[in-house]
């Protein structure tokens, strides 16, 4: 087996002393959900996976706190064997910050528990259902060459999965996410069978086609199994041999990758998919030092393998800046020399533009990293830190655990593989804002170069020439509303996520108030950047149980016009006062003085540091911001 | 390999998947004498063999073993 992927190289290897690490685990004076992230941050294999996941389940038992992972419930349907599964699902969750509670129902009871209110999976109120199926749970009938009996078999497939999907959505409303098939590997014809209609192999093609419309279509979540299975290849893949003594629907030497791609897809749901790439230069970008070789010795020529490779590197970065992962520099370098080769040399795809922040120096790395961090206002959390250096990587490990350091082979033709392999960038959705986002926190950079010139703040404000938009939630704006409301830390009063069904509840429900607001300047559209849903508490009383920003545009006093829409729309509906709650976490001090600053005032306040305010509505006039106000209904 | 390189071989990978230190490996022994010694964990027990000795067993073979003393012929004619 190609060990890249199943062995998860992109991790660190298993330390040796990991058996008496997991027997301290807990006793000593550390964070429990840290340390067992910590371990489970390394290339474990089955018989690892399934030891860490015994302490957690005792951990769980005795009642200890899994902090500051997040709690998330997964009930799994599947026609096989997964009790091998579950294990390496709760472990590899761990190493995504996701403390993972799987409802397992009984062996291939798939349709009952879907579609019976009061099943095993329907009563335990998941967050999440997988459909964990391979193509022995499909009813496909062969019809060699019949288009039409073809169609006919995959229109009954997709039916079956939708009613199964249609069950979950009318009793539990989890998120369903959906499995493509691997195909057999067996073929019948031989090649034909990719053509011919009615065969096993263009059935599945066609299965699997549907199941990706239906879920870009419906907000479901897709685990493209299939792909998986062709990048390890389907032979490595299909044990027949397992399957038959076990019913195993795939090798178990591959239980840790399919884990590891489960356990992404879940923490992308929660929003926890990183967004920053941060670069070393020397042997990273290019070949060789670029302070001792010099703008000629350096190597990035096409036509040169190690050049090309280096060059892979890039455009894989530029690739993902495309689709709105952040690039930035850190690099042990005189600043001039290392801006060199961007500016002047002719070969390298990537230019000083597409860097969000650069940082050459002679700083350590770590340093340098909570630098980019800080002036891009996003945690370290979200950065993903390339480097060929062992010892840098080892070094911003050790100094900085929240930040994903892949380990790299020697050889630079596999590094852009290696990094795509980990998948520190896995989304579930796509919004079209997306595309831009690099561009926002590029022009914010510009926007604070002009404050440093427009002279007072409310100059700089005025000077902005900005447009804000106020809109309830709708359709259009739903996948951006989910990725916000998930994604959101420091901007954030409650930090309550909702999944994609639960937004649009509160979309249809008259009772709630929802606002999404957008705001455009004179840089561009910075798009949707915040989101607020108000509940009706008792009679008169509305209380603000989300009030989210984006941090792209601090500084700018949105709040206070949102909260004169807010209030517009609250003397419209007769309601007489606001509550809102401040719910601290480790991440949204930013925000602890929130509603002091809009003129609340304290009701409450408990030990763990929320406090409750209210706000009447009458009187109440926040100071406005110089901008124009759209009010779409 | 000789017997007793394959027994200790084989009580560390006993003791691994079992997560218990004290199992101790006698010809004997059967899944009635180990605590979680269930069809699952035989399958991971026979797969973490196979990975471990480099070899792999027939489906028959496999429904075959009754004992630690199968297990340690049938690596010692494999090994």
Not at chain 1, 90 to 116: F, K, N, T
Not at chain 1, 541 to 562: F, P, Q
């Amino acid at each position: 087996m190609y060990p890249l992927y199943a062995e998860l190289q992109w991790l660190p290897p298993a330390p040796a002393d990991f058996p008496q690490r997991l027997k301290a685990l807990g006793n000593g004076t550390g964070t429990l959900g840290l340390e067992l992230r910590a371990l489970a941050l390394h290339a474990l294999d089955l018989n690892q996976l399934t030891k860490l996941a015994k302490v957690i389940g005792r951990a769980r038992r005795e009642g200890n706190s899994l902090d500051p992972l997040t709690p998330f419930r997964l009930a799994v349907l599947s026609n096989s064997t997964i009790d091998l599964i579950v294990p390496a699902l709760v472990s590899s969750a761990v190493r995504h910050g996701i403390a993972l509670d799987v409802v397992q129902p009984s062996y291939d009871q798939v349709a009952h528990e879907a579609l019976q209110p009061d099943s095993q999976v329907n009563s335990s109120n998941p967050d999440a259902v997988l459909f964990s199926l391979d193509y022995h749970a499909l009813p496909l009938k062969l019809s060699l060459g019949d288009a039409a009996a073809a169609s006919a078999t995959v229109k009954g497939v997709t039916g079956y999965l939708q009613a199964l999907r249609n069950g979950i959505k009318a009793n539990s409303n989890a998120v369903c996410i959906f499995q493509t098939f691997a195909p057999p590997v067996e073929t019948l014809f031989g090649s034909l069978d990719r053509a011919l209609p009615g065969t096993p192999r263009s059935l599945i093609d066609a299965v699997n086609r549907e199941i990706a419309e239906f879920v870009l279509d419906s907000g479901d979540v897709l685990l493209d199994v299939a792909g998986l299975a062709e990048t390890v290849g389907l032979a490595d893949w299909h044990n027949t041999q397992l399957w038959n003594l076990a019913k195993f629907s795939f090798s178990d030497e591959l239980i840790p990758l399919y884990a590891d791609h489960v356990a992404r897809t879940v923490a992308a749901i929660r929003g926890k998919s990183r967004k920053v790439l941060i670069l070393d230069l020397d042997n990273t970008v290019w070949g060789g030092v670029i302070g001792d070789d010099g703008l000629e010795g350096i190597v990035i020529a096409q036509g040169d393998a190690r050049g090309e490779a280096h060059l892979a590197v890039q455009r894989h970065a530029l690739d993902l800046r495309q689709r709105g992962i952040l690039l930035a520099v850190s690099s042990k370098n005189t600043d001039e020399i290392a801006r060199e080769p961007f500016e002047k040399h002719a070969e390298m795809l990537l230019k000083l533009e597409h860097i969000a922040v650069f940082q050459a120096n002679w700083s350590d790395k770590a340093t340098n990293i909570q630098a980019i961090a800080k002036e891009l206002s996003l945690g370290l959390d979200a950065m993903v830190f390339l480097d060929d250096n062992p010892v840098e990587r080892g070094l911003v490990r050790a100094m900085l655990p929240q930040v994903a350091v892949p380990e790299l082979p020697d050889e630079p033709a596999y590094f852009a593989r290696t990094l795509a392999a980990a998948g520190y960038f896995e989304a579930v959705t796509f919004a079209g804002e997306d595309l831009q986002r690099a561009g926002f926190y590029q022009d914010n950079a510009r926007r604070a170069s002009l404050q440093k010139t427009a002279g007072g703040l409310d100059a700089y404000l005025a000077s902005l020439d900005m447009t804000i938009t106020f809109q309830p939630f709708d359709a259009t704006g739903r996948a951006r509303i989910v990725q916000l409301i998930n994604k959101s830390n420091q901007y954030n009063l409650t930090t309550r996520r909702y999944t994609d069904p639960q937004v649009t509840e509160a979309e249809n429900d008259p009772a709630v108030f929802t606002l999404q607001v957008r705001l455009a300047d004179i840089f561009g559209d910075n798009g949707m950047i915040s989101v607020v849903i108000c509940r009706p508490a008792s009679a008169g009383i509305w209380d603000i149980d989300t009030w989210l920003m984006s941090c792209r545009v601090l500084g700018r006093n949105v709040e206070h016009m949102v909260l004169r829409e807010i209030l517009d729309h609250a003397r419209a509906a007769g309601i007489r006062k606001l509550t809102g709650t401040y719910r601290p976490t480790d991440r949204n001090k930013l925000v602890v003085d929130h509603y002091a600053r809009l003129g609340f005032t304290l009701v409450g306040e408990e030990e763990s540091g929320l406090t409750q305010w209210e706000l009447l509505v009458e009187g109440a006039e926040p100071a406005g911001v110089p901008m124009k106000v759209i009010s779409l209904a | 390999m000789d017997e007793p390189q394959i027994y200790a071989r084989l009580t560390d990978i006993f003791q691994d998947v079992f997560d218990e230190e004290s199992i101790r490996l006698t010809p004997g022994l059967s899944a009635k004498d180990v605590e979680g010694w269930d069809s699952l964990t035989h399958i991971r027990l026979i797969l973490t063999i196979e990975k471990a000795f480099k070899i792999k067993f027939s489906t028959s073979e496999i429904g075959k073993l009754e004992d630690v003393g199968d297990l340690v012929a049938l690596i010692e004619a494999r090994a």
